[in-house]
């Protein structure tokens, strides 16, 4: 599952899968998604659903739409992860008024009784689904439009039938004035083509357990989310979302395309290789690195939280260089909660003479003890940034590919409940209780058995389970 296009401010998990043995390997200074192995919408074939008194996406959203799957925006954020021009399938205006409230469960019900009846088209290899609301009255389980999301992309499968969809409600600014969903709606449809069943088979991802841009999300959009006209580029009359580049990445130039002033970036680089953890009431000073690509010589730092009051931030200096550092020193409040993340951002800004160009460093933090204080595979592998290392009995710090703390091989480093010893095969009593557990999965072939599941999600980590068989997740147990 996805719940994408977060508000920055309240981005809400650090990804607790991966795995692989120990290492010291060098973090690039900029990310890189990664092919977990997944199908992807290599020609998206959209559906775009919408309610009779909808009438900003009739009269105006349909057209983008048309627009966007053929568009050069699509090219210049696709391409190079295999995603080409698609089209507009069908669109389907459902003749009724928008529902007072819904949860993503009727979404998903509305969805397969659509294909059931023949009111929406039979999916193919491309297809994905996308409902639009002109209100923000949808929840997914506990998170609610426009508080926790401003839009979300998901899979879901009955009866052997998986599909793709997106879902895009109307949120308001604090003025009342309504948010394009235009930008919401090009946001999820690139980390849908690119990543279409995200928590069963999943396509590009960011897999690095110890970046802390996974404050910000694991897919392509989520990671060029930000504020102001920065984050978007012009398609037809609305905007699109800018999206991550491996290529502009990889030779540390802007890393979200479109780009908006060149090719030139200047930013700070976080010089950590685990996952940060400060014990509320503590501190913990780090170093800030800057590099920067051509005709950048200094820029202004600033630094925030994302709440207020959530932690203190001191730097060092107020400026960075190329290949120069400064420190940062975060202290968590005593008050701060045991196991909630808090998130803050440091900025690089330029003057007038250059646009004001800024770019951000996510800084995420887990408020929690040391890895150090948890003595048994389960309390230590559920919390972030922890891997539990069956050959020593140690809970240590993750790290770039495995533990951080030694060489700790990778069949014996659990970073994640699945692995540790029994537990999956201990919660057979039924799909429920199984995929209740991260790193369980249910293989219904045969004698149904509870299994680790891989970190590519789709399979058991050791023997075989037909895809259509196995499910990592709840929603897809079969009768669910």
């Known amino acids: 599952m996805r719940v994408d296009m977060r508000i920055p401010a309240i981005v809400a998990t650090l990804i607790l899968a991966g795995g692989g043995c120990g290492g010291d390997e060098e973090r690039p200074r900029l990310p890189l998604v990664v092919d977990v192995g997944g199908p992807k919408l290599a020609h998206p074939q959209l559906v775009f659903i919408y309610y009779a008194n909808d009438l900003d996406a009739r009269d105006g959203f349909v057209d983008y739409s048309r627009g966007l799957v053929a568009s050069s925006w699509l090219e210049a954020v696709g391409a190079e992860y295999g995603i080409g021009a698609g089209s507009v399938l069908a669109v389907v205006e ?17 969805l397969f009784a659509g294909l059931a009846d023949g009111s929406l088209p039979a999916p193919t290899a491309d297809t994905l689904y996308m409902f639009t609301f002109p209100n923000n009255h949808v929840t997914y389980g506990s998170s609610t439009a426009c508080v926790e999301f401003r839009g979300y992309h998901d ?14 409600p109307t949120c308001r600014d604090s003025s009342g004035v309504a948010v394009s969903r235009a930008t919401t ?8 083509a690119t990543d279409p069943f995200p928590g069963s088979n999943p396509g590009w991802q960011l897999r690095d357990l110890t970046s802390p841009w996974l404050a910000m999300g694991d897919e392509v959009a989520d990671l060029c989310v930000r504020g102001g006209d920065s984050g978007v580029v012009p398609v037809g009359e ?3 979302q800018r999206s991550w580049s ?40 780090i170093r800030l690195e800057g590099f920067a690509t051509k005709d950048v010589d200094s820029w202004i730092l600033s630094v925030r939280p994302a709440l207020e009051g959530t932690v203190t931030l001191t730097l060092g200096e107020l400026t960075l260089e190329p290949g ?13 909660r045991v196991g909630v993340p808090v998130f803050s951002y440091v900025y690089s800004e330029l003057g007038a003479a250059a646009n004001y160009q800024w770019h951000y460093l996510p800084v995420p ?30 809970c240590e710090a993750i790290g770039v590919s495995g533990s951080a703390e030694s060489s700790c091989e ?16 201990n919660r057979s009593a039924s799909c429920t209780t199984c995929t209740a557990a991260p790193g369980c999965g249910w293989c219904a072939g045969g004698t149904p058995a509870c299994m680790e599941a891989s970190h590519a999600y789709s399979h058991p980590e050791v023997g075989t389970c037909a895809y259509a068989d196995w499910s990592i997740r709840s929603s897809y147990c079969p009768g669910s």
């Open 410 to 425: 990778g069949s014996s480093f659990a970073t994640w409940a699945g692995s540790c010893p029994g537990l999956c095969e």
């Open 246 to 285: 491996n290529a502009a990445a990889g030779a540390e130039r802007d890393p979200c395309v479109p780009h908006r002033y060149g090719e030139t970036y200047f930013n700070a680089v976080l010089d950590t290789k685990t996952i940060l953890r400060i014990r509320p009431g503590y501190h913990r000073t």
């Open 238 to 240: 609305h905007q699109a």
């Open 155 to 168: 899979s879901a499968r009955r009866n052997g039938v998986e599909v793709a969809y997106a879902v895009i």
């Open 365 to 394: 933090v887990m408020a929690g003890e040391p890895c150090s204080t948890f003595t048994d595979c389960q309390s230590c592998t559920s919390r972030a940034g922890c891997g539990f290392c069956s050959s020593s009995g140690r």
């Open 324 to 336: 120069k550092s400064t420190t940062l020193d975060i202290t968590l409040p005593s008050s701060a």
């Open 94 to 110: 459902k003749p009724t008024s928008s529902p007072a409230q819904i949860d993503d469960r009727e979404i998903v019900d509305l």
């Open 185 to 192: 709606i090009s946001h999820e449809l690139i980390e849908a």
